[in-house]
């Protein structure tokens, strides 16, 4: 059975950081496309950041660009977003999904295979 289980979420304050953890089980990332998207109360889901696996290209939603980092690393199976700078508009649910044998930054939602219950991060003043 196929899970991603996201990680690392929290409350912390304007300005600060957190790193997120997307690690799979039942399943190995190889040449998949992973993608993190957040979801405020009342606003739609948006991708913040997206990562091949087979080559490591990374992608990222302007409103985070220089803020945020997505990487992988291979021997844990888990996808990483390094959150800097937070500001009070990053506060959401955070869900990581795969995309099992590629896809591309602009795919809808509807096209990842598996999604993760989701992590909480609130940024506060």
């Known amino acids: 059975q196929v899970q991603l289980v996201e990680s690392g979420g929290g409350s912390v304050q304007a300005g600060g950081s957190l790193r997120l953890s997307c690690a799979a089980s039942?399943?190995?990332?190889?040449?998949?496309?992973i993608c993190w998207f957040r979801q405020a109360p009342g606003k739609e889901r948006e991708g913040v950041a997206a990562?091949?696996?087979?080559?490591?290209?990374?992608y990222y939603a302007d409103s985070v660009k220089g803020r945020f980092t997505i990487s992988q690393d291979s021997a844990k199976n888990t996808v990483y977003l390094q959150m800097n700078s937070l500001k009070l508009e990053d506060t959401a649910m955070y869900y990581c999904?795969?995309?099992?044998?590629?896809?591309?930054?602009?795919?809808?939602?509807?096209?990842?295979?598996?999604w993760g219950q989701g992590t909480q991060v609130t940024v506060s003043l």
């Open positions: 039942g399943y190995t990332y190889s040449r998949d496309f």
């Open positions: 990562i091949y696996t087979g080559g490591g290209a990374t």
């Open positions: 999904a795969a995309s099992p044998y590629g896809g591309n930054w602009y795919q809808p939602a509807s096209a990842y295979k598996y």
